[in-house]
């Protein structure tokens, strides 16, 4: 997820244009001029200095209160606050720009006398930030454009630095996938310093010190990344859900298995669509934690039965299941032949069917045979 930017002009137009909307200015002097046609263009810019992205540049051939009022040109102004017109009749104009909400009786702008010549490009630019401009304006509406241009000046800086952060963003993930932990995690420590309200930097933050394996620092700063996240006005399920993962993989390397059930079930609930990756995820730990913590060994099996009821088609939960399982098999007295939970073969069977040829296969292949052995020794499960 990337920090959005503001937009200066939209904060500019609602603050400025209930004021700036001026009187239809007449101008009966100028005349129609020579026969041929040329062209016109020019760039609007508003009071803060800011292109306008939207609205109509209209010219009036021999003034507006001209009678010759149908040979007038209508041009659109582009996102970037440029137009532009093409077979414009030669003579003398005056040209007015009105945004997409100005009255059709009132004009942002205008410029008189503008003289359009057979075969040149005339170029005619509206610069509402220029001193003549503003001396029309009531002192109230000079303080409204004073107190907007602030407001932008503002903008602009906090938009400046979300550029920024945002390629520090792009730069710590990259750094995570290469492993490159100590570097990300500095520099993302450094963004959070900056801008403490962003959620993402104290998520990717939290990521970057659990591939340190600081589990404590890691824990802390995703669940803070978590919390404000939640508190925000469009919360990210997907981040969060990325985030609660991470959190479970963290409170399971630290040996804190209820916590972490708690947050893979949190991950599950926020990103459904995720919920298969993320039990998986949680099989996975439960099964590597299970070699010295009881509670994570009790909790496989279970943590495989969710993964396989939100996405039947992921095979490692299958594997991971049947071994946990073996784990508790016996030796029937009698036959000499092993005894599996129910269940357990089942597993093994599912898991060769869906990856016949996965890093498992060839372990399942032989659990699966020794089952139908007879057994001369005690039967041992595999390492997990």
């Known amino acids: 997820m990337m920090m959005q930017r503001k937009s200066v002009w939209s904060c500019f137009m609602l603050a400025v244009l209930m004021v700036l909307v001026l009187p239809l200015a007449r101008n009966a002097g100028a005349q129609s001029g020579a026969a041929g046609s040329g062209k016109v263009h020019g760039l609007i810019t508003d009071p803060s200095g800011a292109p ?16 010759n ?14 137009y532009k017109g093409d077979n414009v009749k030669a003579g003398s104009y005056s040209i007015i720009f009105r945004a997409p909400n100005t009255p059709k009786d009132k004009v942002l702008d ?52 979300i550029k920024n952060l945002n390629g520090d963003l792009g730069k710590a993930r990259q750094d995570d996938k290469d492993k490159n932990y100590a570097d990300a995690a500095a520099l993302m420590q450094k963004d959070a310093n900056i801008k403490p309200d962003a959620a993402v930097l104290w998520i990717e933050l939290g990521i970057a010190q659990a591939g340190l394996k600081q589990w404590p620092d890691a824990e802390t700063n995703l669940q803070k990344g978590i919390t404000m996240d939640q508190a925000a006005k469009k919360p990210d399920p997907g981040m969060e859900g990325a985030a609660q993962d991470k959190l479970g993989e963290s409170y399971a390397s630290d040996g804190k298995i ?3 059930i708690a947050a893979y079930d949190a991950a599950a609930k926020v990103n459904p669509s995720g919920a298969g990756l993320y039990y998986e995820n949680e099989t996975i730990m439960m099964d590597r934690q299970g070699q010295t913590v009881p509670a994570a060994a009790d909790a496989i099996v279970p943590s495989a039965d969710k993964a396989i009821a939100a996405d039947p088609n992921r095979p490692i939960p299958y594997f991971l299941k049947g071994r946990a399982l073996v784990g508790k098999a016996t030796i029937d007295p009698k036959t000499q032949k092993i005894v599996a939970p129910p269940g357990c073969q089942e597993a093994y069977q599912k898991y060769l069917s869906l990856a016949p040829t996965g890093q498992f296969a060839p372990e399942a292949k032989q659990i699966l045979a020794e089952m139908e052995q007879t057994q001369s020794t005690s039967y041992k499960a595999g390492k997990h």
């Not at 306008?52 to 009678?67: K, Q």
């Not at 009022?69 to 440029?82: C, E, I, M, R, T």
Request: charged share 20%; proline share 7%; no cysteine.
């Open 110 to 161: 205008q410029l008189d006398n503008i003289q359009v010549t057979p075969g040149q490009d005339t170029e005619a630019n509206f610069d509402m930030s220029r001193q003549a401009y503003l001396d029309k304006l009531t002192p109230e509406e000079r303080k409204a454009i004073t107190e907007t241009r602030a407001k932008n000046a503002a903008i602009l800086k906090e938009n400046s630095t």
């Open 52 to 67: 306008a992205p939207a609205g109509t540049v209209t010219l009036y051939a021999g003034g507006l209160n001209s009678p």
């Open 258 to 260: 209820p916590e972490a």
């Open 69 to 82: 009022q149908d040979s007038q040109y209508a041009f659109p102004v582009d996102a970037n606050g440029n």
